[in-house]
């Protein structure tokens, strides 16, 4: 029997040192979820006309939402939140990685602290921020119990800009390691924002895992300055034995800024289409997305309703700007870019927060680029990011049905945009 099982020990030890993709490894798995919120039908006080001539009577539904819609949106086992806290309430859950822009989420901050009463050390990175205060919810982790609690407060420091990751390792380190990373915060973006979550499951060998590793402890490290920080996470990644994956290539900004806009440039190029969604788009992205129309390229697009109106009230609209939606519109919408928007409410910050783009080509599935940044220069070249090139079969499948439903189903046309800036 002990022969046995160390013949096994040996194959998956072999299996591993020699694998070239993320999902050679053992153990794989790979869920993408969608925040897709459950909302109550917003009604305007008067019906409203559109720019077509049709009448509305209220925001579409499960789009424009408010915070008294949480508890429905995350009750579901699909809902991104409860995927992250049935991880963090594990009990094979002994340590936490944690790197986010803000955090907030309550529900989330209570099983956090449920799982540091039961010994659980947490690690957490979080942005400075403009006021440059504490985070009154991470802090409040270092009363719950026997647990170590590190918050540590990175960006706006030498040549750096926001601390802008998104990412939560569980048993960083152990034989084997689950991660998150997404488009959202550990906010509302774990509900009633329109995001993108991304829970993978790896051996702890993986180039993957052990990456992630390094990206949250070089920011505490050595996050004080572009450059230390760039030694740093070279430094650790440099002494990785595995090799990196073919089918999901990283990219941590600003370090590896400027390979992740060549990757997205080269999948774009050589793509027979293209589909994205961002909640900002300006600089080098937008200049991309313009060469791929001018090639003829045929580019999808969905953005918050806000760009939409910020262009037409000549005015900044909740987090956007009349300046960057004027370019949009001129420079993209307007030569072509078949765009459409989500009607968030922007009232109390909710966002179309998605940042991603599909590449189909004219031979197998594609690929997915997306990950914690904007579509802006600052994200490639500043802030602290984490990008990813994903070309896993059944992961771009499952992005191009969510676009397929964003687009189809949940975005508008300008066509069908009311004519009047009215909320409910």
Request: aromatic letters at 10%.
């Amino acid at each position: 029997m002990k022969t046995t099982f160390a013949f096994i020990a040996m194959a998956t030890m072999l299996n591993n040192a020699f694998a070239v993709k993320l999902s050679d490894y053992k153990p794989f798995a790979f869920e993408p979820l969608f925040t897709n919120p459950v909302c109550e039908t917003y009604k305007y006080d008067r019906p409203l006309i559109t720019n077509s001539g049709n009448t509305v009577t209220s925001k579409p539904d499960d789009v424009y939402c408010k915070p008294t819609d949480e508890s429905a949106s995350v009750s579901r086992s699909t809902s991104p939140q409860y995927r992250i806290k049935e991880w963090v309430s594990s009990p094979d859950t002994k340590e936490l990685y944690l790197a986010y822009l803000s955090f907030s989420s309550k529900n989330v901050v209570a099983a956090l602290c449920e799982a540091v009463k039961r010994g659980v050390n947490i690690t957490m990175v979080l942005d400075t921020g403009e006021k440059k205060e504490p985070n009154k919810d991470a802090e409040s982790l270092k009363n719950c119990g026997s647990g170590k609690v590190s918050v540590n407060y990175r960006g706006s420091t030498g040549g750096l800009g926001y601390a802008h990751n998104k990412i939560m390792i569980v048993n960083p380190g152990a034989s084997t390691v689950k991660i998150v990373f997404s488009s959202g915060n550990m906010t509302s973006g774990t509900s009633t924002n329109h995001e993108n979550w991304n829970f993978i499951t790896t051996n702890g060998q993986s180039y993957f895992a052990a990456a992630h590793k390094c990206v949250v402890e070089s920011m505490i490290k050595g996050g004080d300055t572009k450059d230390n920080f760039a030694a740093t996470l070279n430094e650790c990644r440099g002494k990785i034995t595995a090799l990196p994956e073919s089918d999901i290539k990283i990219f941590f900004s600003p370090v590896d800024g400027a390979k992740a806009l060549d990757a997205v440039k080269e999948a774009g190029n050589s793509s027979v289409g293209i589909e994205a969604m961002s909640h900002r788009l300006s600089g080098a992205l937008a200049r991309l997305f313009g060469d791929l129309l001018a090639k003829g390229k045929p580019v999808k697009f969905i953005l918050d309703d806000d760009i939409f109106w910020s262009n037409k009230l000549n005015q900044d609209i909740g987090r956007n700007s009349a300046v960057e939606a004027g370019k949009i519109f001129k420079d993209l919408i307007n030569k072509g870019m078949n765009t459409r928007f989500l009607q968030t409410n922007q009232t109390v910050s909710q966002l179309q927060h998605n940042k991603f783009m599909i590449f189909t080509q004219a031979d197998g599935p594609g690929s997915v680029f997306n990950g914690a940044g904007n579509f802006t220069s600052a994200a490639f070249t500043q802030n602290f990011e984490n990008f990813y090139l994903i070309s896993i079969p059944e992961v771009v499948a499952a992005y191009r049905q969510q676009y397929k439903k964003y687009f189809d189903e949940m975005a508008t046309s300008e066509d069908n945009m009311t004519r009047d800036y009215v909320l409910p």
